[in-house]
């Protein structure tokens, strides 16, 4: 699984795209941006590893987990008991120590993870 990493001019974000955007790589820098560790799931897809990140938020806020499955181009968002799928990744923007945006474009939607635990999705 390949990915192109690069720099959007003026916004400060890496992108990842390509064959594959949700590269071991790519999913290291996602857990740095949110200011959290990337796991290794206790299960795989098809023998291949799913990830999990824990944001850390202060104790009162609801707790935030996201899912990276690479394989699939999918990134599952649980806020407290509320699961987002997010489907056919094509492109992850990432904004360091603020947020990531995984973006797709047939159809046009977006997931957005901030690293105060706030998220937003569109499509």
């Known amino acids: 699984m390949s990915s192109a990493t690069g720099s959007q001019e003026n916004s400060g974000a890496t992108v990842s795209g390509g064959g594959g955007p949700l590269s071991a790589e790519t999913c290291r820098a996602i857990a740095a941006a949110l200011g959290a560790e990337l796991e290794t799931a206790p299960y795989t897809y098809r023998g291949r590893p ?3 990140v ?3 938020l202060p104790a009162a806020a609801v707790g935030v ?3 990276l499955w690479p394989e699939l181009c999918r990134a599952d968002v649980h806020v407290g008991d509320t699961p987002i799928v997010f489907k056919r990744i094509e492109e992850v923007a990432i904004y360091p120590e603020l947020e990531v945006i995984f973006w797709r474009y047939g159809p046009r939607g977006f997931l957005l993870v901030a690293r105060n ?4 999705t569109a499509s």
Not at 117 to 120: D, H, K, N, P, Q
């Open 117 to 120: 635990g706030r998220v937003a």
């Open 50 to 52: 799913v990830y999990e």
């Open 65 to 67: 987990r996201l899912v």
């Open 54 to 56: 824990r944001l850390a």
